[in-house]
């Protein structure tokens, strides 16, 4: 078993973060020494955020991280081989796994309309066109809705309009 590190670049880390996908399909393939099982620690620019194998030409996620990690901070885009003393310390450094809750998680928008059908429709195109990059959401334990924060791209974001 082999060992790696995979460092998106900014675009393909930002689709990672704004949907739920099951692997990630890096552009240039993987290693020809990499094989099916193969560790793989998977980075953006900002650290590591995730953790998977490697299952055909893909990377099947194993455990995403809520905050990234800096442990692979300044790495270079693409991939890199790490030795199984250097994997240990990765995986180590990152925060334990948290257990899996319910969450309440809401969008709202105001939508100027002739009646409801047409509301919906817009607030569906509104929803398409603006996507994860622009438009926040709310996100807060279920049952505690007064400790809501508003996140964009999987990132706790600043509400302020003048930010």
């Known amino acids: 078993m082999r060992y790696w590190l995979l460092v998106l670049n900014e675009d393909d880390f930002a689709e990672q973060q704004a949907y739920e996908v099951d692997s990630v399909e890096p552009g240039a393939g993987v290693p020809a020494l990499a094989g ?3 560790e793989v620690a998977l980075a953006g620019p900002g650290g590591v955020f995730a953790l998977g194998e490697i299952n055909g030409g893909a990377v099947a996620y194993r ?4 905050e990234l990690s800096a442990v692979a901070e300044g790495a270079e885009e693409g991939w890199g081989e790490l ?6 310390r990765l995986v180590r450094a990152l925060p334990a796994a948290e257990r899996r809750s319910d969450w309440l998680v809401s969008l709202s928008l105001p939508v100027e309309a002739g009646d409801r059908a047409e509301a919906v429709r817009r607030f569906w195109s509104y929803a398409r066109t603006l996507g994860p990059t622009e438009l926040p959401t709310f996100v807060a334990p279920y049952g505690r809705e007064l400790e809501g924060t508003a996140f964009l791209l999987g990132a706790e974001h600043e509400q302020d309009p003048e930010e």
């Open 36 to 38: 099916d099982g193969d």
């Open 63 to 66: 455990r995403r991280l809520e």
């Open 83 to 88: 030795n199984p003393d250097a994997w240990e």
